[in-house]
């Protein structure tokens, strides 16, 4: 029970705290659609099932004790936001349409984005394979084990889709695309300086 708690607890606290995963579907809802940032939310959750796969695989531990595949995994990833960030920026230097209004996003490329976010995020890496590492006993059941990672997703999806809803809400949105260009100049900027600390962040985990 005090397990099973502890993983309740410490999942609630990681999925709440900003990063970029909230950066992008708070982005993909706000400026495209309530549809977008829910599938954003969708593809986060299913990142995080790879990151549960290969730490029940055991290559979790792998990469908690190899520096430099952390760190492969941690420039990838670090690349990505960086490459998002800019997309976002180059795509609002060609100007916003003038009524206002914002670009159609295919429901694949929204789930993607969420997903790739996720996958690629090392942050999501820590945080999985130290909580089955020092949080789940080895002697716990796979099955529970497995019941403890559809959780974690679940709780990814759950989160994120309650961000997409509230900032899809009608007046809101419409209000915040007024000024949509500055909306992804700062989520673009954010997500540069995520992807940029990442890349610059000590070699250690």
């Known amino acids: 029970m005090n397990e099973l708690i502890a993983v309740i607890t410490i999942t609630l606290?990681?999925?709440?705290s900003p990063g970029p995963d909230f950066a992008m579907v708070t982005r993909n809802s706000l400026t495209l659609s309530r549809r977008a940032g829910v599938l954003t939310s969708l593809g986060v959750g299913l990142g995080v099932l790879v990151h549960l796969s290969y730490t029940l695989l055991s290559v979790g531990l792998l990469i908690e004790q190899?520096?430099?595949?952390?760190?492969?995994?941690?420039?990838?990833?670090?690349?990505?936001?960086?490459?998002?960030?800019?997309?976002?920026?180059?795509?609002?230097?060609?100007?916003?349409?003038?009524d206002g209004t914002a670009p159609s996003l295919s429901n694949w490329d929204a789930l993607r984005t969420g997903f790739l976010t996720n996958a690629l995020n090392p942050k999501t890496t820590v945080f999985i394979v130290s909580l089955f590492i020092q949080v789940v006993h080895?002697?716990?059941?796979?099955?529970?084990?497995?019941?403890?990672?559809v959780f974690i997703s679940m709780a990814h999806v759950a989160w994120f889709s309650l961000v997409a809803l509230c900032f899809s809400a009608g007046a809101m949105r419409e209000r915040i695309l007024a000024v949509r260009p500055w909306i992804d100049c700062t989520f673009g900027g954010l997500l540069v300086a995520f992807g940029v600390l990442l890349a610059t962040a000590r070699g250690t985990h």
Do not use: E
Request: charged residues 5%.
């Open 138 to 149: 080895p002697d716990t059941p796979l099955a529970v084990q497995i019941c403890y990672g």
């Open 13 to 16: 606290l990681a999925v709440i």
């Open 66 to 98: 190899s520096l430099w595949l952390f760190n492969v995994i941690k420039l990838v990833g670090a690349a990505y936001l960086i490459y998002l960030g800019v997309t976002m920026l180059r795509v609002n230097s060609g100007g916003a349409p003038a």
